[in-house]
């Protein structure tokens, strides 16, 4: 069981599998040429599984894979497949994925084990969409979450990243979208994980807002009290329509008491925050020849050292070198 000095039982790994990206969404990845991890340094799905295999030894219940865009990396299914090797001790295979490449990877990645897909999709505005992901892809994406479905990946999630000024004045057509198509929609506050290090408060729309909003269109009702170890407060819709709303804000509703996270980066370092400062060296340790006995001994380490909670809220909050691509979201 892994478990950090604050109590929190961690269960949840996030692997991300490139930090390159064929989107240049703004409040994630640069414009221009960013310098990427050289091919050497990222981690084989050989290292990938052998480390996998022993943080669900450690007691990791779900993986989900991401990025950058996981699906630039070649043969994703067939990761997912060694993963899923793990079952039933991993109990959840998900990826978040940009929709780009999804179609022609749906089969092999449901036939592999993949068990939920979760795609961005921040505006529902062909316009709109390019704008923030430098990408004229909206139909594109579209067709990727109605083929999810087709392919009984269940719920399909969308995440919308809200920020003023973008696409807040979309959060109820996101909710129509949602309960005309039967999806998880989730909201999710900007967090100061940009590259421009443009993020201020002013660009934050707080998940109450959002509640709110959503509410006076289509009245909302919450689905658990006790949202456990998960990010998001989840509703229904009062008329029983189907889809379901997710409110993510980690900036005005802090959930660090809770969380069971742990994430590691294409390069192999481990961060134990979204908002870490250090990073701790995973692939050096494995290539160096270390025993399991002495890579469990590192994991467990560096669990320990997994921060109280996060500091955007205080004066003197620094925004991480790595933005969200690098990390993975
Ligand atoms: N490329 C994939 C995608 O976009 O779904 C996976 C990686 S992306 C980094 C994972 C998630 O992080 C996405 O849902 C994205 O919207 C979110 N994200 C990226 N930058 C963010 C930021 N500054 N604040 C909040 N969420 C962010
Ligand atoms: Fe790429 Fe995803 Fe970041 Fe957009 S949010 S730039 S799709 S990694």
Redesign the pocket.
């Known amino acids: 069981m892994l478990r950090d000095s604050y109590n929190r039982t961690i269960r949840d790994l996030r692997i991300?599998l490139t930090d390159r990206?064929n989107?240049r969404?703004f409040?994630?990845l640069p414009h221009g040429e960013p310098s990427w991890a050289k091919r050497e340094k990222l981690l084989s799905f050989e290292e990938l599984e052998y480390i996998a295999d022993i943080f669900v030894s450690l007691g990791i219940q779900k993986i989900r894979l991401?990025?950058?865009?996981?699906l630039i990396r070649r043969d994703v299914p067939v990761l997912v497949e060694k993963l899923a090797r793990l079952k039933p001790h991993l109990q959840d295979i998900a990826l978040?994925?940009?929709?780009y490449d999804f179609a022609r990877h749906a089969e092999s990645l449901k036939n592999a084990g993949l068990d939920r897909v979760?795609?961005?999709l921040?505006s529902l505005r062909p316009d709109k969409f390019s704008k923030i992901t430098g990408v004229d892809a909206l139909e594109r994406v579209l067709a990727s979450i109605h083929l999810a479905q087709e392919s009984g990946f269940s719920p399909v999630k969308l995440?919308?990243?809200v920020v003023r000024g973008h696409n807040d004045d979309e959060l109820v057509d996101f909710a129509r979208f949602a309960r005309e198509y039967g999806v998880a929609m989730r909201f999710?506050?900007?967090?100061?994980?940009?590259s421009g290090h443009d993020?201020n408060r002013d660009h934050v729309v707080s998940g109450r807002e959002i509640r709110e909003t959503i509410n006076a269109a289509f009245p909302l009702v919450l689905k658990e009290t006790n949202r456990g170890s998960g990010t998001s407060w989840k509703y229904t819709f009062a008329d029983h329509s189907p889809g379901e709303i997710g409110i993510i804000a980690?900036v005005t509703e802090m959930f660090c008491g809770a969380c069971s996270r742990i994430r590691l980066t294409a390069d192999g370092q481990i961060r134990t925050c979204l908002f870490s400062n250090t990073e701790h060296n995973l692939r050096d340790v494995l290539r160096s020849g270390a025993s399991r006995d002495e890579l469990v001994q590192f994991i467990e380490d560096v669990v320990m050292k997994k921060e109280p909670r996060h500091h955007i809220n205080d004066a003197e909050f620094v925004q991480p070198q790595r933005?969200?691509?690098f990390?993975?979201?």
């Open positions: 991300s990206c989107f969404c409040y994630c991401t990025g950058g865009e996981p978040t994925t940009n929709g979760t795609f961005s921040d995440n919308a990243v999710i506050e900007f967090m100061p994980l940009d993020w980690p933005t969200m691509s990390i993975g979201g």
